[in-house]
């Protein structure tokens, strides 16, 4: 299982913008997998947010952050970001990061292992 953690997150006022990042620790190469990222604000169900093939070639986004938010990777600094712009305060939730063989199964709500998260919080 690949062990993750977040970081990033914070406080921003809304129309900011916000980056989170997503470590591999220990001797886990996340190139090898598709990662995503997931939010889940109190009171409600989990909801998935952007997923990247293992290659970056593909893509998927949820419909709620598709033109504002962009997921992206570093395979040499073994990490992944969500870059968050145009925040609104329906964006504030806890930001999970994710991994798994196929990106697929992460937009299905389906993966192998997830990180601890970090708070976002967007101000009115």
């Known amino acids: 299982q690949v062990q993750l953690v977040e970081s990033g997150g914070g406080l921003v006022q809304a129309g900011g913008s916000l980056r989170l990042s997503c470590a591999a620790s220990g001797h886990t190469t996340l190139s090898n997998y598709a990662v995503g990222w997931f939010r889940q604000a109190p009171g409600k169900e989990r909801e998935f947010v952007a997923a990247?093939?293992?290659?970056?070639?593909?893509?998927f986004y949820g419909d709620a952050v598709k033109g504002r938010f962009t997921i992206s990777r570093d395979n040499a600094k073994n990490t992944v970001y969500l870059q968050m712009n145009s925040l609104k305060p329906e964006d504030t939730a806890v930001y999970y990061c994710a991994s798994d063989p196929a990106a697929s199964r992460l937009r299905g709500g389906i993966f192998e292992s997830w990180g601890q998260g970090t708070q976002v919080t967007v101000s009115s």
């Open positions: 990247l093939s293992w290659s970056g070639l593909t893509t």
